[in-house]
């Protein structure tokens, strides 16, 4: 059976974090968890010097029953004399107006009620009821996407002012101690359905498939995730030395390469994660995909390459720097990196080593032969198979074929090294066009509104 001693280790850690005379403030959604968290601090908390509320938000994604929570939840304080706060919030007009995950939606306007409550009313903490299962689920989701350490440390059980004291506890034990001292609750009914939510899946079915193996699974996999996270701190402090070569103005950052050169190469994930930090835009989205993509960029490139990265970030290379900046980048000449999108003009340029979509198709080359895009020169002279063999400026060729100056300004001509191999529109070059369907370097060109293509 469940004792108080059950949680102790949620006592000794707030022992630990907070002085007596604390106030703070308890998440609570009215399910089993979170009610527990707030009958523990009202309980104990009194007797070790610390002063509990409750608030309560309400997401509006399921109706009366939202409302009957919000309800249980408010009435269970004032039977207790608990201050209660509540807050409420449109979760399916902030999906639609910032692209989020309905998860990710009901996240952002939950916290930030959390958030703005605590500030507002004076409060030293936010508790969350965040357990020992939530945090093996956690490290399993971010293990099956794809993830460094940092998705292996789990949660963290203390970012900020945002404290979790049950992640040592596992959720039998708090379903038994919930069961000792009569602690109500309400049921979110979608939680019994694996179909509902990734993370439904893993607690109905893989969960307890993990537990044949370990009946202890759970706690194992929470305590590696606290070991994995103490060497994360240890890590994050030696991130922060290599990032004090890197220097800061609105919109952009830029760090000598010779610097990153002498990152070790188990860290320069972080390194360069830490540049998304410092240019604001933050780290999410910026998976291992666009992590390489900025490794190959500056292996073996010159000063004028450069690729495009989510929140519209371009990442370049100039003066034997990189920079990360949101401001837009000119169209100028700009060195295509193997594999990775560059948005330049009104158009997405991608060179890849085959054929994929649509685009211009020149001939294999040479090993180092650098493939450039650039604004069209009108000067510049191509040599098409309709032109039996002569040569003819651009500007005559756009003539030919009823394109404005306007227009030819803004197509984007293909350079491999100094040489005009194709200009989008117009055609490849003889002296680059690849033999039939063989092997073949490919410039995907799509415009940013819709997909057009030129191919010979």
């Not at 039977?79 to 996240?107: C, F, K, V, W």
């Not at 030395?241 to 760090?255: D, E, M, N, Q, W």
């Amino acid at each position: 059976m469940g004792t108080m001693n059950d949680l102790a280790p949620a006592r000794e850690f707030l022992r630990q974090q907070f002085p007596a005379g604390a106030r703070v403030l308890c998440a609570v959604s009215g399910g089993l968890d979170s009610m527990c968290l707030l009958y523990f601090l009202d309980t104990w908390g009194p007797s070790a010097g610390f002063t509990a509320a409750a608030a309560h938000f309400n997401h509006q994604l399921r109706g009366e029953t939202a409302d009957r929570d919000q309800e249980f939840v408010r009435t269970w304080c004032a039977e207790r004399n608990i201050p209660y706060y509540a807050g409420r919030g449109d979760t399916r007009a902030l999906m639609a107006s910032e692209g989020l995950s309905m998860e990710a939606a009901a996240r952002k306007l939950r916290y930030a009620f959390l958030e703005e409550t605590a500030e507002r009313e004076g409060f030293d903490a936010i508790l969350t009821a965040h357990h020992a299962d939530d945090n093996a689920e956690t490290v399993l989701l971010n293990l099956i996407r794809g993830t460094g350490s940092a998705g292996l440390a789990g949660i963290p059980a203390q970012r900020g002012n945002l404290v979790r004291p049950f992640l040592q506890i596992t959720r039998d034990t708090l379903a038994a101690y919930a069961a000792d001292h009569h602690i109500p609750h309400v049921e979110d009914e979608t939680n019994a359905r694996a179909d509902a939510a990734e993370r439904n899946l893993l607690r109905l079915e893989v969960m307890p498939l993990l537990r044949r193996i370990n009946p202890r699974a759970a706690e194992h996999m929470s305590a590696a995730a606290g070991r994995l996270r103490e060497m994360e701190t240890g890590l994050e402090d030696l991130t922060a030395r290599y990032l004090r070569a890197a220097s800061c103005r609105p919109g952009r950052v830029t760090i000598p390469l010779g610097k990153l050169a002498e990152v070790p190469e188990f860290l320069r994930p972080k390194v360069l994660l830490g540049l998304f930090d410092l240019l604001g835009t933050g780290r999410r989205d910026i998976g291992a995909v666009h992590l390489e993509a900025i490794g190959r960029l500056w292996a073996g490139h010159g000063n004028d390459a450069r690729i495009s990265l989510p929140h519209g970030v371009t990442a370049r290379l100039a003066a034997s720097r990189l920079i990360l900046e949101t401001l837009p980048p000119p169209r100028t000449r700009a060195e295509l990196v193997m594999g990775c999108p560059l948005h330049w003009g009104g158009y997405t340029v991608t060179l890849l080593d085959h054929r994929s979509g649509e685009g211009v198709a020149l001939c294999p080359g040479q090993a180092g032969e650098r493939v450039a895009v650039a604004p069209c020169d009108g000067g510049a002279r191509l040599t098409l198979p309709e032109t039996h063999g002569g040569g003819r400026t651009v500007k005559r060729l756009c003539l030919d074929r009823g394109i404005s100056l306007a227009e030819r300004e803004s197509l984007p001509a293909v350079y491999v090294g100094d040489r005009l191999a194709a200009v989008w529109g117009l055609g490849v070059d003889l002296c680059f066009l690849p033999e039939g369907d063989g092997p073949c370097r490919f410039i995907q060109i799509m415009k940013d509104t819709e997909e057009k293509t030129y191919e010979k």
